[in-house]
């Protein structure tokens, strides 16, 4: 059965932990329904963990809904939310329905997430009006990255907890059906947990949250650049893909492969 915005907020009351990826193409958000996470985000991540760009600036809408119809057209049980890459709805609240409603009408996402605080609460509100569910993100927020002078945790002073305690209640109000919590003190993340009726999803922000999410690529050892403190890399897939790919081209070389079992 496919998770709903309802699920995620019934789990929240139920205390029931919520899991959540990132994937940006078919065969891996496959792998990722199959592990029956229950939300999956396509990230403007994309720009650094697939496209191989410094940050998530770049990345345009088109981009994204081209990754956003790989990804619904694999998952038949995760909760997928689109995500607004950066000048995709800071201009106005028209071009936030509209490009929010191109991942409902053209990918086939369920929600959409929106970077931002207190600032962008008319547009949760336009959204939520529009019927577009909006997962909204605070702490750490990489469209940011200039004005915050790089990838920083947020939340250390008692003003800064207190603005991200007030954006929080605000974006609540404004209609987001879930808060994404990034690099913030687990503290701070437990209290906005308690104080929201809505889930908290944490990437940085500790084990109080309602649920966690993590990029793909950082979980299985796919991005080299660098792993944030916060991510832990389950497994190495780029050594393992190295291995076999080393593999290949030595039986290429040595006549091994293709055997009789692989020719006409
Ligand atoms: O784009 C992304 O991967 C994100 C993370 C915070 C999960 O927004």
Redesign the pocket.
Known sequence: MKITIQDFIRKKQAKEKIS???AYDFPFAKIVDEAEIDGV???????M?VQGLEN?LPVTMDEMIYHCKMVTRAVKRALVIG?MPYLSYHLSNEDAIRNAGRFIKEGSAQAV?L?GGSEFESTVRALTKAEIPVMA?IG?T?HAIHRMGGYKVQGRTERAAQKLLEDAKRLEDAGAFSL?L?AIPSELAQRITEELTIPTIG?GAGPFCDGQ???LHDVLGLFERFLPKFAKKYANLKDESLKVLRQYKKEVEEGIFPSKEHSF
Do not use: N
């Open positions: 959540m990826l990132t985000l396509v990230g403007d991540s994309v720009a963990v998530t995500d997430k970077e993100h750490l990489p994404l990034e990437i999410i993590l990029v």
